[in-house]
Each structure stands twice: as structure tokens, then as C-alpha cells.
């Protein structure tokens, strides 16, 4: 069972603040992912990566960017936060690229851009 | 454009009764269909899944039916327990350039009554 941490739980931040989503896996898993979820609403993929250099945009549009230095850490940075990107962020890995797997979750980060 | 659609946001259940919990696709190239359950401030957690070749899979309390001539796919909880009262998310998984890519619903928060 992966396990999939993700920090902060909760920020709140003023507009315009750069800020850093964290995410790091410890099961070695090679895919990962970030979904954005607004409440009542479907997951939406934003970005998701193969591997270690690898990194792709996913089918919702987003101004955040990722980066994978290392396997285990996928963190998701905004350069100049505004309101519109209230929402929650989740994390996610697998470990096959191409057969059925289910993703693992992490718990989260619910960001608040007053 | 949805492709996968939870058409009831919300679903009241007494305990020890049956949930059942409803799920359309659009698309006929989704290979695996899966169900994740959340609860607040956590992420989803995997539940069950099928194939797209298969009509039926069960795992204890919880059984997933799948009718590809109407792409439509449903969740069975029998008996229903308070501790199932979550959000469940309906996902469709297909193999897009190379890579296994998620669709999810909107979600449908089952409510047991004790």
C-alpha cells in the first residue's frame, strides 16, 4: 500500500504569493499525479509525470507548474496566487505506467487565496 | 463535454439496508471502471473495480455491476453501515498516448441513517 504525503493540510494566502504544493511518496511508485477537486465537483487531472525529468499537463487547465527531480517528491508550485485558485489539490502515484492500476491518494491540500 | 456522470449529488440510506449508487460513461474506449470512497478532509480511497470485460465483481459487502450496452455501472452496499456515509466517486480508466489516464464523476455522498 503506497502512502502519500502531502503538506500543508490547509493554507490561506493572499493574492499574489508564491506558493509550494508538497507531495512526496515513499513506495518508489514512478507515476504521479495532481488532481484538482472544487466541493461537489469531479476530480480534474492538471499534471502528471512518468518519472524522475518526466512531466505532462493534464486535461484541465492550470497555471500551476511540477517538477520530479527525484522519484519520491512531485511538488506543484504557483508563482502569483489569485482567488480563482481556491481549491483543493490532490496528490496521487501509481506504480504501473500503462496496465490498470488504482491510484493512491494523499490527503490533500485545501488552498484558500483570499 | 463530461464523460463520466454521478447524476444524484446525494443519496439517504438506512442502515443495514441497500446503497446503491449510479454511474453513465460516454465512452466506449474506457477499459476499467473503478469506485473511490472519501471522506472529509482525507483523500479518496480505492474501493473496488471491474474490468470492462467482466458484468459483475464482487468483494464483501460491496458489488459493482456494469451494463456496457447502456455505459452504465452501479454500486451496491449490502448491508448498508453508518461508516459507509462518504462521498463515492465513480472513475473510468483507458490507455491514452501510452498512458493510463482517470475520468472521474462528480461524486455522490451517501448519508446512513442509524
Known amino acids: 500500500e503506497a502512502d502519500i504525503y502531502q503538506t500543508p493540510r490547509y493554507l490561506v494566502i493572499g493574492t499574489g504569493k508564491k506558493i509550494t504544493l508538497e507531495c512526496s511518496q515513499t513506495?518508489?511508485?514512478?507515476?504521479m499525479y495532481w488532481y484538482q477537486q472544487d466541493p461537489g465537483m469531479e476530480l480534474h487531472l492538471i499534471h502528471y509525470s512518468y518519472g524522475v525529468n518526466s512531466t505532462e499537463k493534464g486535461d484541465l487547465s492550470s497555471e500551476s507548474t511540477v517538477s520530479r527531480i527525484r522519484t519520491e517528491h512531485f511538488p506543484l508550485t504557483l508563482e502569483s496566487a489569485r482567488p480563482s485558485h481556491t481549491s483543493q489539490y490532490l496528490c496521487?502515484?501509481?506504480?504501473?505506467?500503462?496496465?490498470?492500476?488504482?491510484?493512491?491518494f494523499g490527503n490533500g491540500t485545501r488552498l484558500t487565496v483570499t | 463535454d463530461q464523460q463520466v456522470k454521478q447524476n444524484s449529488p446525494s443519496l439517504s440510506v438506512q442502515e443495514g439496508r441497500i446503497s446503491i449508487l449510479n454511474c453513465d460513461y460516454t465512452n466506449s474506449m474506457f477499459d476499467y471502471f473503478l469506485w473511490y470512497k472519501k471522506y472529509p478532509a482525507e483523500g479518496p480511497t480505492f474501493l473496488i473495480s471491474i474490468s470492462s470485460i467482466k458484468d459483475k465483481n464482487e468483494d464483501g459487502r460491496f458489488t459493482v455491476f456494469l451494463n456496457k450496452s447502456a455505459k452504465h455501472l452501479s454500486l451496491h452496499i449490502v448491508p448498508s453501515q453508518p461508516g459507509d456515509s462518504a462521498v463515492y466517486f465513480c472513475a473510468a480508466s483507458l490507455i491514452f498516448q501510452g498512458a493510463q489516464k482517470l475520468v472521474f464523476g462528480q461524486g455522490t455522498r451517501l448519508t446512513i441513517n442509524p
Open positions: 496521487a502515484s501509481s506504480e504501473s505506467r500503462t496496465a490498470f492500476e488504482a491510484l493512491h
Open positions: 513506495m518508489g511508485h514512478d507515476k
